[in-house]
């Protein structure tokens, strides 16, 4: 069985750049649903159950056809979102130093060119659906993703996800995606991403 995570801060945390109601909601109601859903759509299935939710998704492919498509969504959205909570917090922003520091001037140019970019990923995604940092036998990419699809769907571990759903930002941002975004970069846990990427 899959379970939800507790937030590892207070649902006022992030203010004033993410609200606290908007926090409630996105992970009482929005994640808790798609751990449901996705132990709801593994009744049966129990050696699924088991494994790790990333392993899950990488093994997609193989997960019995009838439930795959829902497994794909709800599964998708445990990963996504378990790792959007870790990868922010109060007091953070700034910028990584060290091997990612450098890892990311390397790829991108320097850390001012990475950040157009991921916002230009955030903003290009019609609809709802994420922007990552993702990494492939040591080198880091931008993508963007539909829905809750993820980077390990493709066989990349995704280090910085930024969820670009309307239900993240819509009640203090409405429809003023933009603005979320530049302003989500003062809430990013560098350290942990940096965690992530020397893991990876
Ligand atoms: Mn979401």
Same mark, same amino acid.
């Given at each position: 069985?899959?379970?939800?995570?507790?937030?590892?801060?207070?649902?006022? &945390? *992030?203010?004033?750049?993410? /609200?606290?109601?908007? +926090?409630? =909601?996105?992970?009482?109601?929005?994640?808790?649903?798609? !751990?449901?859903?996705?132990?709801? &759509? *593994?009744?049966?299935?129990? /050696?699924?159950?088991? +494994?790790? =939710?990333?392993?899950?998704?990488?093994?997609?492919?193989? !997960?019995?056809?009838?439930?795959?498509?829902?497994?794909?969504?709800?599964?998708?959205?445990?990963?996504?979102?378990?790792?959007?909570?870790?990868?922010?917090?109060?007091?953070?922003?700034?910028?990584?130093?060290?091997?990612?520091?450098?890892?990311?001037?390397?790829?991108?140019?320097?850390?001012?060119?990475?950040?157009?970019?991921?916002?230009?990923?955030?903003?290009?995604?019609?609809?709802?659906?994420?922007?990552?940092?993702?990494?492939?036998?040591?080198?880091?990419?931008?993508?963007?993703?539909?829905?809750?699809?993820?980077?390990?769907?493709?066989?990349?571990?995704?280090?910085?996800?930024?969820?670009?759903?309307?239900?993240?930002?819509?009640?203090?941002?409405?429809?003023?995606?933009?603005?979320?975004?530049?302003?989500?970069?003062?809430?990013?846990?560098?350290?942990?991403?940096?965690?992530?990427?020397?893991?990876?």
């Amino acid at each position: 069985m899959f379970s939800l995570p507790d937030l590892p801060y207070a649902y006022n &945390a *992030l203010e004033p750049y993410i /609200d606290e109601r908007t +926090m409630q =909601i996105h992970h009482d109601k929005h994640h808790a649903a798609y !751990v449901k859903n996705l132990n709801d &759509a *593994l009744i049966g299935h129990d /050696d699924w159950l088991s +494994m790790s =939710i990333e392993e899950l998704l990488k093994n997609l492919s193989k !997960v019995p056809e009838n439930v795959r498509t829902k497994v794909r969504n709800n599964g998708g959205g445990h990963a996504n979102h378990s790792l959007f909570w870790q990868i922010m917090a109060p007091k953070a922003g700034r910028q990584p130093g060290g091997a990612l520091g450098k890892a990311i001037d390397d790829a991108f140019g320097s850390f001012a060119q990475f950040q157009e970019k991921f916002a230009a990923a955030g903003m290009g995604r019609f609809g709802s659906g994420w922007a990552w940092l993702s990494l492939e036998n040591g080198k880091l990419s931008i993508e963007d993703s539909a829905n809750q699809d993820s980077p390990l769907m493709q066989g990349r571990t995704p280090i910085l996800g930024l969820d670009v759903w309307e239900h993240a930002y819509y009640l203090k941002y409405q429809n003023v995606r933009a603005d979320y975004i530049k302003n989500w970069w003062n809430v990013v846990n560098w350290d942990e991403v940096a965690r992530r990427f020397k893991e990876s």
